[in-house]
């Protein structure tokens, strides 16, 4: 399994929801990230998982909760957002430090968050 | 903080003509990773090439090519017998060396038209 799966696909919420997130990598990956892309714009990062631990947040609102429950699955929670939040929201896992850590990033298709 | 400049916010090539992207970078380390990403409109991140900054030889995968200046700080992707498939956003990307969880740091990308 190389992929990266999120879910779901396509998001719809309105600013009083509270909905969430779903990341799964089965590749054996020790960091996961949770990226924010604007269209036609980089992603920005927003959070990094090392070790199912949280090694960096962005200063990114607590109306976004990451949580890592295991090594394989990476969820963000969203609660109160604004419609400035509706983005392309990107998953993303890599190996630990040695051999394959050249190997970059493996991303997952995204999930398109519009907030009404 | 190292930074990656794409100075080509859209470039276009004929279908089976050859395409150089420009990427430059900042940093003060010296062990690090160098990547292009694809994103078609699907929106899918796709890893294009990687180069590791200690290898002198410029990578190479299929049609794909880099060109790797390392003091000067220069990474262009080489896209010969360019096809419509090409077309896309095309980020340039760096990241540290052997650090889990280290943070992918992107350009902000140049948007490539293949014409028939």
């Known amino acids: 399994d190389t992929e990266v799966t999120q879910t779901p696909k396509h998001l719809v919420m309105g600013m009083t929801n509270k909905k969430s997130l779903k990341c799964e990598q089965h590749?054996?990956?020790?960091?996961m990230y949770w990226y924010k892309q604007k269209a036609k714009k980089p992603p920005e990062l927003m959070f990094v998982?090392?070790?199912?631990?949280?090694?960096i947040n962005e200063s990114v609102p607590s109306r976004f909760s990451p949580e890592c429950p295991n090594s394989s699955l990476l969820n963000l929670h969203l609660h109160a957002l604004q419609p400035e939040d509706s983005a392309l929201y990107l998953c993303?896992?890599?190996?630990?430090?040695?051999?394959?850590?050249?190997?970059?990033?493996?991303f997952g298709s995204g999930t398109r968050l519009t907030v009404v | 903080a190292q930074t990656v400049t794409q100075s080509q916010p859209e470039m276009s090539v004929q279908e089976a003509e050859t395409v150089t992207l420009s990427c430059t970078y900042d940093?003060?380390?010296?062990?690090?990773?160098l990547f292009w990403y694809k994103q078609p409109p699907s929106r899918q991140m796709i890893l294009v090439i990687r180069?590791?900054?200690?290898?002198?030889q410029n990578a190479t995968e299929n049609r794909f090519s880099v060109n790797f200046q390392k003091a000067a700080k220069s990474f262009s992707l080489k896209i010969s017998d360019s096809q419509l498939g090409d077309a896309a956003m095309y980020f340039c990307?760096?990241?540290?060396?052997?650090?889990?969880?280290?943070?992918?740091?992107f350009g902000e990308g140049t948007q490539l038209t293949v014409n028939p």
């Open positions: 993303a896992s890599s190996p630990k430090p040695g051999r394959l850590a050249n190997y970059g990033y493996t």
């Open positions: 590749m054996g990956h020790r960091a």
């Open positions: 998982y090392s070790y199912e631990k949280l090694s």
């Open positions: 940093t003060s380390e010296s062990d690090y990773y």
């Open positions: 180069q590791e900054a200690y290898k002198q």
């Open positions: 990307a760096y990241r540290r060396g052997e650090t889990s969880g280290s943070r992918l740091t």
